[in-house]
């Protein structure tokens, strides 16, 4: 018989282990926020990082290791995010009906998220490289990572921040959003993808169709305008 | 199944292409989402074929977060200094962007005099 060591550091060596991982521990947090009737709090993505995270912890396994198996998924936000395209052409009509509306929320949703960070983080006295990863949190990773490089901050730091601020869009819009009685799904739906782009989009689509329709344009315009937005911002306050 | 997923990818392939050979601070996948809607807008027989599959990956979009996510976990030490500042900062600012972004938006749905 093999040893159980051989046999984990075989396994341990491939993607197998921590692509199936993944899978499972979603499948798990999914089933538990489906049963607690998609509760804001129980955030598949919150409690799936939470499962993963003591396992690679206790097994000493590096990230890079992880995500040699957890590539395969990573690399479908690609595709999905072409894929969003199907519900915005779906939702065309009633798109049709709120153009005027979309496009101011979209800029000052977008302001807010950018100048907002900023200045708060300011007032923290946070020093400009800090201030300057924080900046373009709210907008999908891939134009983040690549306005925090070019104004000279911390790629890392962004990256981490960008997650961090889509698990707390998508934990908080709801509950907010019930607080102000606020029952217009397009609206709900299209502040979350611009405050918290695809995390928050993900939510919305577990909450209403139409909202999901409607996060993903505000996730999809708010890309190209915090690219042209935060460098524009931190160039005035900071 | 295929052939939609092949869609899926030689839009965002064409968007990445875009994004590159044009210098966009755009990524890629945006632009790939903007060419399917404009395919979609012109050829509406696409949707059947693209539409099942979409649904079905963004049914799971949640999934395709956690590797990113579980990166945060093996980074957090980058948030160890001035975690309590940003921490203040990130949630802030997220509920001010979506009291704001849903602020305007019904508000100029009423000035506007567009559908409830």
Not at chain 1, 166 to 192: C, H, S
Not at chain 2, 32 to 52: E, H, M, Q, T, Y
Not at chain 2, 87 to 114: C, E, H, K, N, P
């Amino acid at each position: 018989m093999t040893d159980v060591t051989e046999i984990w550091s075989y396994l341990a060596a491939r993607p197998l282990l921590w692509l199936t991982c993944t899978v499972v521990a979603y499948l798990v947090a999914d089933r538990i926020s489906l049963r607690l009737n998609r509760h804001p709090v129980a955030n598949p993505v919150l409690l799936s990082v939470l499962f993963i995270a003591p396992l690679l912890w206790l097994s000493g396994t590096p990230y890079a290791t992880y995500f040699d198996g957890a590539q395969f998924i990573h690399f479908l936000l690609g595709p999905a995010t072409v894929a969003l395209a199907v519900p915005l052409h779906a939702n065309l009509a009633k798109i049709r009906d709120s153009v005027l509306p979309l496009i101011a929320a979209l800029f000052a949703g977008s302001l807010a998220a950018a100048g907002s960070a900023i200045v708060i983080a300011m007032a923290f006295g946070l020093p400009d490289q800090v201030i300057v990863s924080i900046s373009p949190k709210s907008t999908t990773a891939p134009v983040a990572l690549g306005v925090s490089e070019a104004l000279g901050g911390s790629p890392t730091l962004t990256a981490v921040l960008v997650i961090l601020t889509g698990i707390t869009g998508a934990v908080v819009v709801t509950p907010l959003m019930n607080m102000l009685r606020i029952e217009d799904w397009r609206a709900r739906g299209f502040a979350v993808g611009v405050a918290a782009h695809g995390i928050g989009t993900a939510r919305a689509f577990q909450v209403n169709e139409t909202a999901g329709a409607f996060a993903g344009i505000g996730l999809a315009l708010n890309a190209v305008l915090t690219s042209i937005l935060a460098p524009i911002l931190v160039a005035l306050l900071l | 199944m295929l052939t939609p997923i092949a869609i899926l990818l030689v839009c965002q392939l064409a968007g990445e292409t875009a994004s590159r050979a044009l210098g966009l601070p755009v990524p890629g996948p945006v632009l790939g989402l903007l060419l399917l809607f404009v395919v979609l807008l012109l050829r509406p027989a696409v949707a059947r074929s693209v539409g099942p599959v979409a649904q079905r990956i963004l049914a799971h979009l949640s999934l395709l977060f956690v590797p990113a996510g579980v990166g945060v976990m093996a980074q957090l030490d980058v948030l160890v200094r001035d975690w309590f500042a940003l921490g203040v900062t990130l949630v802030a600012s997220t509920v001010i962007s979506l009291l704001v972004g849903v602020g305007t938006f019904l508000f100029v749905l009423r000035l506007s005099g567009g559908s409830r």
